[in-house]
T-cell receptor, first 112, second 112 residues
Framework: DTGVSQDPRHKITKRGQNVTFRCDPI?????LYWYRQTLGQGPEFLTY????????KSRLLSDRFSAERPKGSFSTLEIQRTEQGDSAMYLC??????????FGPGTRLLVL | QQQVKQSPQSLIVQKGGISIINCAYE??????FPWYQQFPGKGPALLIA?????SEKKEGRFTISFNKSAKQFSLHIMDSQPGDSATYFC???????????FGGGTRLMVKP
């Protein structure tokens, strides 16, 4: 499968714990995006990378959220001190030369 | 501010019928308009996309109609099938950025 992959697919954590999600984009796609999707809503943009450079991060929901793409390949999204309001689906998308963003299956987070 | 408004929120269509989903946008700097299909537990998948210099685009049973002056666009699914039952999202891409702004989604059910 050469699509976008995300790991884990599901994560249950207790409030206050830190969580980290991984995204592996389509090979050779230089742009990578993170979105958050809450139940019954459309995805909401969080941040994006071009290669290893994080070009937009003002939409990250709070300073508890951070993302990295250290070698311009896979990316991680970390949420520190999780809150119940962080419960959502976290989606990663990658983009090559055209405009199309290809989404992964998402990581569903439940904060208890 | 909801920059892309989508309607209806839910839609029930008989097999073989036409499903119509509408979107309206406010920002004239949007210049690429994709539609995504999402099944439960999956990430959004691109269906079809259009640029504002084209009034209509057709791919198989899916057609986008675009009205630039009214800042509206719609998705038509011809000969709707039960397998089309999913949530559909319209989206818009700003010409100066890379983040997609999504509508709120339409949950489509096609009855056999």
């Amino acid at each position: 499968d050469t699509g976008v992959s995300q790991d884990p697919r599901h994560k249950i954590t207790k409030r206050g714990q830190n969580v980290t999600f991984r995204c592996d984009p389509i090979s050779e796609h230089n742009r990578l995006y993170w979105y958050r999707q809450t139940l019954g809503q459309g995805p909401e943009f969080l941040t994006y990378f071009q290669n290893e450079a994080q070009l937009e991060k003002s939409r990250l929901l709070s300073d508890r959220f951070s993302a990295e793409r250290p070698k311009g390949s896979f990316s991680t999204l970390e949420i520190q001190r999780t809150e119940q309001g962080d419960s959502a689906m976290y989606l990663c998308a990658s983009q090559g030369a055209g405009e199309t963003q290809y989404f992964g299956p998402g990581t569903r987070l439940l904060v208890l | 501010q909801q920059q892309v408004k989508q309607s209806p929120q839910s839609l029930i269509v008989q097999k073989g019928g036409i499903s119509i989903i509408n979107c309206a946008y406010e920002n004239t700097a949007f210049d690429y308009f994709p539609w995504y299909q999402q099944f439960p537990g999956k990430g959004p998948a691109l269906l079809i996309a259009i640029r504002p210099d084209v009034s209509e685009k057709k791919e198989g049973r899916f057609t986008i109609s675009f009205n630039k002056s009214a800042k509206q666009f719609s998705l038509h699914i011809m000969d709707s099938q039960p397998g089309d039952s999913a949530t559909y999202f319209c989206a818009a891409l700003h010409n100066a950025g890379n983040m997609l702004t999504f509508g709120g989604g339409t949950r489509l059910m096609v009855k056999p």
